[in-house]
């Protein structure tokens, strides 16, 4: 079973930074894609950034300019660094992973979750 462990959340003030971490634990054959969700109360999870194996990003419009993805391999953990933050940006941020399981002879992809961690912004 992989495990994804995060932290980093907290409260900050309009305007703040905060950096997000995400460590990934288990049989992992291969990460594959990590990746940032967040969902505020009363709305539908949206994707925030993602980033590959090979380093190619992704961000969603809203986070552009601001957000920052990044990954080490070694370490398989990836990053969020969150600059200039509002208070649009309230909710509580969910590590993804889709990784390559390998066991025995047989390989497969699978795709988890972390627990979630909260991120406050406001005065």
């Known amino acids: 079973q992989v495990q994804l462990v995060e932290s980093g959340g907290g409260l900050v003030q309009p305007g703040g930074s905060l950096r997000l971490s995400c460590a990934a634990s288990?049989?992992?054959?291969?990460?594959?894609?990590m990746g940032w969700y967040r969902q505020a109360p009363g709305k539908e999870r949206e994707l925030v950034a993602t980033?590959?194996?090979?380093?190619?990003?992704n961000y969603a419009d809203s986070v552009k300019g601001r957000f920052t993805i990044s990954g080490d391999n070694s370490k398989n953990t990836v990053y969020l660094q969150m600059n200039s933050l509002k208070p649009e940006d309230t909710a509580v941020y969910y590590c993804?992973?889709?990784?390559?399981?390998?066991?025995?002879?047989?390989?497969?992809?699978?795709?988890?979750w972390g627990q979630g961690t909260q991120v406050t912004v406001s005065s």
């Open positions: 993804n992973a889709l990784v390559t399981i390998a066991r025995f002879s047989s390989q497969y992809e699978a795709r988890y």
């Open positions: 288990g049989s992992i054959f291969k990460i594959n894609v």
């Open positions: 980033i590959t194996s090979g380093g190619n990003t």
